[in-house]
């Protein structure tokens, strides 16, 4: 069935007709760090909440998710960073309106999406942290060149421009045999960043609960990206490959995920100069893999027993873009077109009983997109407007879930859903004025959704005792809001502040439908303890946020940051139970606080302190997670002039950080007080 939600089109379609020779200046110049092989960012993205983050950020924190948590109050579907998660619960989302397993917010790198194509989830340990410039962060829904997926935003990932001739490195060593080594090589347009880590942690259930269910997490990376870069007469071409391989144990024996994948992309770029008009094209290719092993957990925490067994998940995506891109002192415009196409399944035994699978299960099918797009902006003096229309065609095909019985032979299941498909159009339409060259006020209104993953719709999951049935018949989200907020900068003092209202309808949420011990459809037997859940399209979501960011130097050696989303997010829908509940997952606050200090000798000392409000494990909100906070050391010393040593304290606070509560009470924390050593080379 097709549905067309054209929200704002109107008066976007109608400025976009109204780009015509106007007098006017450019309005302050655009400061981020621009690669050559990619298009400038859109000066009109100033009219939304945005934040970028520099590679010192990313360098001060654990992990790439990590820095975006701290920097932009960003989120994976738990507490946990990607060093410990389940890759199924690396989707990242933004402003805490509801977290997801596959994210709510549209992850690229260079433009080149990094959702996974069967789970929408980010395997963040495939992308280098040396090989990333710049994080250029843009918060509500996406339209425009965004597209398909920037629900809540999008995190765009900006390579490092070529250095000619470089060599780098770092070797880090932390306690119970952790360590990484990460290595950078350019020559000529040729790019190299290689990356290795092994780490050891705590086990999640801790003294009294713990058993011998419960054991360390684990977590191994290693990662390869190579780019070339090449200036020709039409423009410069940038070919990308990577690849990468990552296994996690989340803390339940015989519980590991191991995931694998490559990318493959090629680009061709001409900036925009004057009367040129500038373009882009775009392909890319990626593949991803994901075996993933769930227990059930035996009375008392005596041990666990094999539940699900998904041998293999082979996924692919293909996509191409193009743009045409105008750019002159007064006004910009873009328009271009989106395909994408994701193709997978799921390959898993389950149902054990005494040790042995008696069913076998392989689900999938094939989603497709096409979008396109037009965006602009036109300065007024001190004013600029800037709008974006984006249509796209969704659809749902080739679905498929069989199940057999391993003793018989018998086919038990098969499901052959209907192809699916919608038409969506979003928008967005921002205005800024800049005000004595210090204070800037904006005012923006936007539209937005993200289809269903193939994940969400055909694979069930398994987390100890809890399972999640999937759904076939789930239907795209959609986001629609409204914002306004007032940045000053004052030269030694920074502030961002930031309201926003927005409605998320049909989110795609687990809902409980039963407790175990109990026997099933589809599911079959939740033991003691468990419970069945659903994903559904869940009435609507209603969140109001507050944003805040400063940045203050009151000397030039000391530098201090606080940041904070506060987030009032509750369920509405035809469910009673559910209205007025805060959606799972969904912190009510994330806030941080930084200092940098530079001594004169070079060395340096950092703290970054996150603190996270209440949340609730599950839709019914009975499985409460308290406030948390997490305190982030690390100490500077230069050895030489290229050798810099770093000691990092991780949780230096030892805080207990809860980040998982099971229907039977069960609590699962995060990683205690860890000490790292790092020495660095740089030329």
């Known amino acids: 069935m097709t549905r067309v939600t054209p929200v704002l089109a109107a008066p976007v379609l109608a400025f976009l007709g109204l780009l015509v020779p106007v007098s006017g200046t450019r309005a302050e110049e655009v400061t981020e760090v621009v690669v050559r092989g990619r298009l400038m960012p859109f000066r009109g993205d100033t009219a939304f909440s945005g934040v970028t983050l520099r590679q010192t950020d990313i360098e001060a924190a654990g992990s790439l998710d990590d820095a975006l948590k701290t920097t932009a109050q960003a989120s994976l579907f738990r507490r946990t960073s990607s060093l410990t998660a389940n890759p199924t619960g690396q989707g990242l989302s933004l402003r805490a309106i509801a977290p997801s397993g596959a994210g709510r917010a549209l992850v690229t790198l260079d433009g080149i999406p990094q959702n996974d194509p069967f789970g929408g989830w980010v395997i963040w340990a495939a992308l280098p942290s040396d090989a990333i410039d710049h994080v250029r962060v843009v918060r509500g829904a996406g339209g425009g060149a965004y597209g398909a997926g920037a629900l809540t935003g999008v995190v765009d990932l900006g390579l490092s421009p070529p250095k000619g001739r470089h060599v780098a490195g770092q070797v880090d060593i932390g306690e119970s045999g952790s360590n990484g080594l990460s290595l950078t090589a350019e020559h000529d347009g040729l790019s190299l960043y290689y990356t290795q880590a092994t780490r050891y942690g705590d086990a999640a259930v801790r003294d009294p609960q713990r058993g011998a269910a419960d ?45 694998s994948g490559q990318q493959l992309a090629a680009s061709l770029t001409r900036q925009p100069d004057g ?45 191409v873009n193009a743009a045409l891109r105008h750019d002159d002192a007064a006004r910009e415009w873009e328009i271009g077109i989106d395909a994408r196409l994701n193709r997978g399944e799921v ?292 050895v030489t002039d290229r050798l810099m040593l770093r000691l990092t304290v991780d949780n230096a606070l030892d805080a207990d950080i809860p980040v998982q509560r099971t229907a039977d009470d069960i609590l699962s924390y995060d990683n205690r007080r860890s000490l790292w050593v790092s020495i660095r080379y740089r030329p």
């Open 347 to 638: 390959r898993e035994y389950f149902r054990y009983v005494s040790g042995l699978a008696t069913r076998y299960r392989v689900a999938g099918g094939e989603t497709q997109l096409i979008g396109l797009y037009a965006q602009g902006t036109q300065n007024f003096g001190p004013w600029r407007l800037t709008g974006a229309i984006r249509a796209d065609h969704w659809q749902a095909t080739d679905a498929f879930r069989q199940e057999r019985d391993l003793t018989t032979g018998t086919s038990v299941f098969d499901l052959r859903p209907q192809d699916a498909d919608r038409t969506v159009v979003s928008s967005r339409l921002g205005l800024t004025r800049q005000m004595d060259g210090r204070h800037q006020w904006r005012v923006a209104a936007y539209t937005g959704f993200r289809p269903p993953s193939l994940n969400e719709l055909y694979r069930p999951f398994r987390v100890g005792n809890d399972v999640t049935e999937a759904n076939s018949a789930l239907t795209p989200e959609t986001l629609k809001g409204i914002e306004t907020g007032w940045r000053y900068d004052g030269g030694s003092l920074s502030l961002d502040a930031g309201l926003f209202h927005n409605v998320l309808s049909d989110p795609i949420s687990n809902i409980t439908l039963g407790f175990g011990p109990a026997t099933f459809p589809t599911a079959g037997f939740i033991p003691v303890g468990g419970v069945l859940r659903q994903r559904q399209n869940a009435g609507d979501i209603r969140a109001i946020g507050l944003e805040l960011s400063a940045t203050w130097r009151p000397a030039p050696a000391l530098t201090l940051d606080a940041s904070a989303t506060l987030t009032d997010a509750k369920m509405h829908g035809s469910d009673s139970t559910l209205t007025g509940k805060r959606p799972a997952q969904a912190p009510d606050y994330i806030a941080s606080l930084g200092l940098t200090y530079r001594f004169r000798d070079t060395s340096g000392l950092g703290l970054d302190w996150v603190f996270t409000g209440e949340s609730f494990e599950d839709d019914l909100n009975r499985q409460r997670l308290r406030p948390a906070d997490k305190l982030r050391v690390r100490i500077d010393r230069p």
């Open 215 to 259: 054991q360390g997490v684990y977590g191994k990376d290693r990662s390869l990206l190579t780019r070339y870069e090449t200036a020709l007469a039409a423009g410069i071409l940038t070919l990308l490959a990577g690849q990468y391989e990552s296994r996690r144990d989340t803390g339940l024996s015989g519980a590991t995920a191991v995931s």
């Open 275 to 319: 009367d040129r008009t500038g373009f882009r094209l775009q392909a890319w290719y990626r593949d991803s893999d994901l075996a993933n092993r769930s227990v059930s957990v035996l009375s008392g925490r005596t041990g666990t027993a094999l539940a699900n067994d998904q041998i293999a998940t082979p996924a692919k995506g293909y996509g």
